[in-house]
């Protein structure tokens, strides 16, 4: 007993170096082998009862299999010689079908080729060896049509064709000469006949009587030859007898090829056959033995796997159980052990003496680690005295910190205040801008300085100081109406606006009415100013300059009541007839934007249109049309023809309320980019 006691002890103490998962891990894995190996038991038999079935089975049909063989063997023979002996196109294709069944049962008999000898190898060679005289058989029959075809045909339908000519040409040819030509032209239309029946003959018709034919045809054009000396019927004779020599060849070549098939059809063919019959025979023997063989092999497999699963699964189990006996034990001692000195520690008993453990497993890591525990707790108490030093030294580190804040704080409220008085500055500049701006826009009653017309007018900048244009100006009985809109927005474009419209001021006033030569002197105007300002500002213009009719002289047989002039390139003017129709005048080749070349007067064209009472006239900016919504739609052209529709029946004034309204609800809370200017004009 003391001796077994000290054995365990051993094992016990070996087992405390494998940690604890391995040994648990192990524990686990017998019992499931010894579970896996009963149901692999189970089902191994199970397979081997429905393998035995389906060999059995699988047997029957090799041999139900073989019992065909022989039959199908000999209707290949038959039929490969058929096709060896005559070359119909038909039989290819059963001596195949015969092949494929042959093939078939071979594929069944093949994978036990080692217990039946050789006879599946021998049975296949043979058919090998037969299916290669009849690929070789198939070879000569299309050379032997090829040549046929090729070689003799072609030649015989020139000889055919010269000897035709010759014989019914009585200038080439006398009339002695033309019968002997149509004696050797009838003689050769029977050795063709002659030559055909030798080709299709099925038993292979000796080629003597087709040779002797040709060779008779051959006498006769040598004889002709001979009298007609030289000419055109000499050459025509040296043509066919040049061709009844390649056809003698030719017939030459058919009867070495009709040899060959010959040879091969009483060799290789009956040789191979007799070898596939005789090797199907005894293969259906051999797998009627391997049968009973196969049965009583099957049985004994059988009982020896049962045999065997059943012995390894009960070793297993055994084995399973004295691991988990001696595992468990190695983890439960150990275990109470380390509980009762932690019990120990917890009741204040510091000063236990812990015993290192002399494993390697995960308990011995836990004893060692309540040392180090130990060790941590008498650490941590000193570690409390070192921590109230340090958050002593980062107080006086923080307050030295916030007082480097206070004095930058200080200096960003200096820079704050620079600042501010900078933008007020430059607040102020923009606003004398701004409303210089607004003070050179026309007044509302300088709207109404052209008699005939109704005008209302709205301009919006997209900044402080906007870029967009307009102006109207008397000259005499009529006027002129400017819109532009200088590229971008803000203090620059602003100064551009105001460079444009003093100068179109003074060119009016000072009565140039030639309207291209007008647009000309200001764009040249605009051009060296912003060439002097070092910018790259242009400004797109349009001038509508208009003349109302009067005086019988102007007025008769005349309905309209005025007439519109425009040149310069701006966005199109829209011309709302009081009927309800809408026109469109394009400015796009009236003109080019100003100040953008030096000279314009090419690209410069003038358009004009009556305009009748009621009829509206609107000019616009591109930040009218383009008003974006917060989804990114624009109000369009569209949108703004739609509503000059809607209000067409309304005041001037009504209509531009009307329509910058639509703009600002299809705008909504969405960022405005650029100017909005819109004249309304309409003829009284």
């Known amino acids: 007993m003391s001796g077994e006691s000290g054995a365990f002890e051993k094992v016990q103490a070996r087992l405390r170096h494998v940690p604890l998962k391995r040994r648990i891990t192990f524990t686990v894995t017998v019992y499931l082998l010894a579970t896996a190996v009963m149901v692999v038991a189970g089902w191994r038999v199970a397979t081997l009862v429905r393998s035995n079935r389906a060999e059995v089975i699988k047997l029957h049909e090799r041999v139900q299999s073989l019992s065909n063989m022989k039959h199908n063997v000999e209707l290949l023979q038959v039929l490969g010689n058929a096709y060896l002996t005559s070359g119909e196109t038909v039989l290819p294709m059963r001596v195949r079908a015969a092949l494929k069944n042959i093939?078939?049962?071979?594929?069944?008999?093949?994978?036990?080729?080692?217990?039946?000898?050789?006879?599946?190898?021998?049975l296949h060679l043979s058919v090998n060896g037969f299916m290669e005289a009849f690929e070789g058989a198939t070879v000569v029959n299309g050379r032997i049509t090829e040549v046929y075809w090729g070689d003799f045909l072609i030649p015989a339908q020139r000889i055919s064709a010269r000897l035709a000519a010759l014989s019914r040409d009585p200038v080439r040819a006398p009339d002695g000469v033309a019968r002997a030509i149509l004696r050797a032209e009838t003689a050769f239309t029977q050795a063709r006949l002659d030559v055909q029946a030798f080709?299709?003959?099925?038993?292979?018709?000796?080629?003597?009587?087709?040779?002797?034919?040709?060779?008779g045809v051959s006498t006769q054009v040598a004889a002709i030859r001979q009298r007609v000396g030289k000419g055109d019927v000499a050459a025509g004779l040296e043509g066919v007898a040049s061709d009844l020599n390649a056809a003698e060849q030719a017939l030459m070549h058919l009867t070495r090829l009709f040899e060959?098939?010959?040879?091969?059809?009483?060799?290789?063919?009956?040789?191979?056959g007799r070898a596939m019959i005789n090797s199907a025979g005894r293969l259906s023997e051999g797998l009627a033995r391997r049968e009973v063989e196969i049965q009583n092999a099957l049985d004994r497999r059988l009982w020896v796997t049962m045999e065997m699963?059943?012995?390894?699964?009960?070793?297993?189990?055994?084995?399973?159980?004295?691991?988990?006996?001696?595992?468990?034990?190695?983890?439960?001692?150990?275990?109470?052990?380390?509980?009762?000195?932690?019990?120990?520690?917890?009741?204040?008993?510091?000063?236990?003496?812990i015993a290192p453990d002399a494993g390697s497993d995960e308990i011995a890591e836990m004893s060692r680690t309540l040392v180090g525990f130990k060790r941590n707790a008498l650490r941590l108490r000193e570690m409390e005295v070192e921590k109230r030093e340090a958050l002593s030294r980062e107080k006086e580190e923080t307050e030295r910190a916030l007082e480097k804040l206070d004095q930058a704080h200080h200096e960003i409220q200096v820079l704050n205040d620079r600042l501010s008085e900078e933008n007020l500055r430059l607040g102020m500049e923009i606003d004398v801008s701004r409303r210089l701006q607004d003070m050179l826009l026309p007044r509302s009653e300088e709207l109404a300085v052209i008699p005939a017309l109704d005008i209302a007018a709205?301009?919006?900048?997209a900044t402080e100081v906007g870029g967009d244009y307009y102006d109207v100006l008397q000259d005499g009985d009529g006027g002129c109406i400017t819109i532009g809109d200088v590229t971008?927005?803000?203090?620059?474009?602003g100064v551009v606006m105001l460079m444009a419209q003093s100068a179109v001021r003074a060119l009016v006033l000072a009565e140039e009415h030639n309207l291209p030569?007008?647009?000309?002197?200001?764009?040249?105007?605009?051009?060296?100013?912003?060439?002097?300002m070092g910018g790259e500002k242009n400004l797109s213009f349009t001038l509508l300059d208009y003349r109302p009719y009067e005086g019988d002289a102007l007025a008769v047989e005349r309905t309209a009541s005025g007439r519109l002039t425009v040149v310069g390139q701006h966005e199109s003017v829209l011309i709302l007839r009081h009927s309800g129709d809408m026109e469109e005048i394009d400015t796009l080749p009236l003109g080019l934007p100003l100040g953008l070349v030096e000279n314009i007067a090419e690209y410069t064209e003038v358009a004009t249109t009556d305009l009748y009472s009621g009829d509206l006239v609107v000019l616009y900016s591109d930040g009218i049309t383009e008003a974006a919504s917060t989804d990114g739609r624009l109000f369009g052209i569209e949108g703004l023809r739609a509503e000059l529709l809607r209000h067409r029946g309304k005041r001037v004034d009504e209509i531009k309320d009307g329509v910058i309204h639509a703009v600002r609800r299809h705008i909504g809370l969405a960022t405005v980019y650029d100017d909005m200017t819109l004249l309304v004009i309409r003829q009284k």
Do not use: C
């Open 103 to 122: 093939e078939t049962t071979l594929a069944l008999v093949i994978p036990d080729s080692e217990v039946l000898d050789k006879e599946p190898l021998r």
């Open 488 to 493: 971008g927005h803000g203090l620059e474009s």
């Open 260 to 272: 060959q098939r010959r040879l091969l059809s009483e060799s290789n063919v009956q040789m191979y």
């Open 517 to 532: 030569r007008l647009l000309d002197v200001l764009n040249r105007t605009m051009f060296q100013t912003i060439h002097r």
């Open 309 to 353: 699963t059943a012995g390894s699964a009960f070793v297993l189990l055994l084995l399973g159980l004295v691991a988990n006996h001696v595992i468990v034990r190695s983890i439960r001692d150990p275990i109470l052990r380390l509980n009762a000195a932690m019990h120990e520690i917890s009741e204040g008993n510091w000063d236990l003496f």
């Open 458 to 461: 709205f301009m919006e900048p």
């Open 199 to 215: 080709q299709t003959s099925s038993v292979g018709m000796s080629p003597d009587k087709a040779q002797a034919a040709l060779y």
